[in-house]
């Protein structure tokens, strides 16, 4: 294992990257998270810094008939641009049709999912179900390319399995094709998420093309970025669960990148204002049913570890109604604000 740099100087090894026509100057990227990073999620995290926001994962089809769905998966905040859309499916020709749709919407990049582990995509032949069958991933990458003008990248998993690591073959198929940069989860797709991520394998992929590197999975904090860049030598990193009830942790992971510095996290009473933000913007993209039901996630993530934050969990995940669950929130913020502070800790 190499050993990770100092965490008192910014990392060498990271700085600005191309992906075809846009530059990202500093590669820490946000993950596409299906139910987690909407449009009010991904804005949040912008604003604290981010190098690059992809959206939720969404299906050709569905992005074809312009579902309801998809269009709110596909909406992005002007502060966010610019945005990469992800794409899902088995199709060439629908995977062609709905990347035209997105760079007609002003999609910056658009990235093919050939990674998500869940059964309902993977029995679909889609996400990284493609893994196992490298003629139809080629046959998709090959469409998508030539259907936009706009960088075409790809998220994939090391493999199907363990017998079969087949990532580094296929992003040089992708890049062969034309696609501008390959993230790699550091997981088997029957590994799903269980396990360790193994930052070390990304490397057979970053020596096997010339395009960026993203490394994924498992990094939760800059003591992981540091030793993540250096087991896998990739270019960047991306951030997925690491960030839930964090918005502001790629921010912090870029400035240390950058500086070398530790930025801390925001006080009680900026993580308030920002989980009542965050609550009403998810309450006008949604709608009021939709949005207090998809919200609960985000209230346990921002509450956990504070004193009384499992009764108050418990008890805010049975209210429908968003003024109550706004009066709830106040109720139980109000007394920890008036206490001592608690110590802020930086990733």
Same mark, same amino acid.
């Given at each position: 294992m190499t050993s990770p740099q100092p965490l008192s100087t910014p990392h060498p090894a990271v700085g600005p990257i191309r992906v075809g026509n846009i530059d990202i100057a500093m590669p820490v990227i946000l993950a596409p998270m299906t139910?987690?990073?909407?449009?009010?999620?991904?804005?949040?995290?912008?604003?604290?810094?981010? !190098?690059?926001?992809?959206?939720? =994962?969404?299906?050709?089809? *569905?992005?074809?008939?312009?579902? @309801?769905?998809s269009l709110q998966k596909a909406a992005w905040h002007p502060l966010e641009e610019p945005v990469s859309l992800q794409l899902a499916g088995c199709n060439?020709?629908?995977?062609?049709?709905?990347?035209?749709?997105?760079?007609?919407?002003?999609?910056?990049?658009?990235?093919?999912?050939?990674?998500?582990?869940?059964?309902?995509?993977v029995n679909g032949d889609a996400g990284?179900?493609?893994?196992?069958?490298?003629?139809?991933?080629?046959?998709?990458?090959k469409a998508t390319v030539e259907a936009v003008s706009v960088p075409v990248t790809v998220k994939m998993r090391m493999g199907w399995d363990h017998d079969s690591l087949n990532a580094p073959e296929l992003a040089h198929i992708a890049e062969d094709?034309?696609?501008?940069?390959?993230?790699?989860? !550091?997981?088997?797709?029957?590994? =799903?998420?269980?396990?360790? *991520?193994?930052?070390?394998?990304? @490397?057979?992929?970053?020596?096997?093309?010339s395009v960026p590197v993203i490394v994924n999975g498992d990094i939760t904090s800059i003591e992981d970025v540091a030793t993540a860049l250096d087991q896998s030598g990739a270019?960047?990193?991306?951030?997925?669960?690491?960030?839930?009830?964090r918005p502001w942790l790629l921010g912090q992971?870029?400035?240390?990148?950058?500086?070398?510095?530790?930025?801390?996290?925001?006080?009680?009473?900026?993580?308030?204002?920002?989980?009542?933000?965050?609550?009403?913007?998810?309450?006008?993209?949604?709608?009021?049913?939709?949005?207090?039901?998809?919200?609960?996630?985000?209230?346990?993530?921002?509450?956990?570890?504070?004193?009384?934050?499992?009764?108050?969990?418990?008890?805010?995940?049975?209210?429908?109604?968003?003024?109550k669950v706004l009066d709830m929130l106040e109720a139980f913020y109000t007394p920890l604000l008036a206490g001592p502070a608690p110590a802020q800790a930086a990733a």
């Open positions: 139910g987690v990073t909407d449009m009010p999620f991904r804005t949040l995290v912008r604003r604290y810094g981010s !190098g690059l926001n992809v959206t939720e =994962m969404i299906a050709s089809p *569905a992005m074809i008939r312009e579902t @309801r769905q060439p020709d629908e995977m062609a049709e709905a990347a035209k749709l997105n760079e007609q919407r002003g999609a910056a990049i658009i990235d093919i999912n050939m990674g998500c582990p869940v059964k309902k995509v990284s179900a493609l893994m196992r069958v490298p003629k139809l991933a080629a046959a998709l990458i094709l034309g696609a501008k940069m390959i993230t790699v989860h !550091g997981r088997t797709r029957c590994q =799903m998420y269980r396990g360790s *991520a193994d930052w070390s394998f990304v @490397r057979s992929v970053k020596d096997a093309v270019d960047g990193v991306m951030i997925g669960r690491g960030c839930y009830g992971m870029m400035h240390w990148l950058a500086t070398g510095e530790r930025r801390a996290d925001p006080s009680l009473a900026e993580q308030y204002a920002l989980i009542v933000e965050h609550y009403r913007a998810m309450l006008d993209h949604y709608g009021e049913m939709t949005g207090v039901n998809l919200a609960r996630k985000h209230i346990g993530w921002y509450t956990k570890g504070l004193t009384g934050s499992a009764e108050f969990r418990n008890a805010v995940n049975q209210v429908p109604a968003a003024a």
